[in-house]
């Protein structure tokens, strides 16, 4: 998949000093980004007929054995995408040792408004359970009432959660979800905040859906097999578009 890049502030402001004189024009270079999509994966069980049998007589048995195959697919493809961490190295805040701490949340939402980056409009912080629970929630700023004026966060509900699609809330106008793939490795936690143009990803799985699902009556196992698949891949984009936001995988804040 060839996607193009288009660059922040690629186009100069000129200045008509003189009227009737011809424009100069601008030839903004473009990135074609190479999005390969190399990954195939699966999810395959049998049921043989004496369970089948006495078993799965209820219909949404199977139904659920099939949709819990396509959730870890889907599960895949996300740990996929954090994987992308490793490339980031343009904007980078937090560090392996310590608590994330209010001062570098604001570090890492300041390093994408400089470089123009709509980050309250577009972005999105994605965090680690332990990071969002053990030290985000637990910021005294982040829970306290200021008494004489209204502060920047309002509360430690970090305004309402939608719990349909993961939203745990906002954090300085900015959406919170969390997903135990965020990848931790020596000892630290690899959250990252985003615009949707940093990463991406692309699937092509033979069918048009998602998710494919096939079932097939085996006679030599003497059950039918369930085989749930996927091919998709996935890039950086726009590398920094995306911040990695490093934090301790074990220390908490008090």
Known sequence: VHVPNIFTNVFTVQTQTTQGNAVVDASPAGVDTTLTVDTHKYVAFIIGDLTMKQMFKNVKLVEAYTREAQNLLIDALEASIFGLWSSL??????????????????????????????????????????????????????????????????????????VSRGLRGNLYGIPIYTST?????????????????????????????????????MLQNLGTLTVADIIYGVAVLREPAAVLINASDTAVTS
Request: overall charge neutral; proline content about 3%; glycine content about 8%.
């Open 181 to 217: 793939n965020v990848v931790n490795g020596l000892s630290t936690y690899r959250n990252l905040l985003a615009v949707p143009s940093a990463l991406g990803f692309a699937i092509q799985t033979n069918g048009g859906n998602r998710i494919r699902v096939q079932s097939q009556y």
């Open 89 to 162: 190295s343009t904007n980078t805040v937090g560090d392996t040792a310590t608590v994330l701490s209010d001062a570098e949340v604001v570090e890492a939402i300041s390093k994408l408004e400089i470089l123009n980056y709509k980050t309250q409009m577009e972005g999105a912080f994605f965090f680690h359970p332990f990071v969002y629970w053990r030290q985000i929630v637990t910021i005294s700023k982040y829970y306290t009432w200021n008494t004489s004026q209204l502060p920047v966060v309002r509360d430690g509900n970090f305004g309402k959660m939608d």
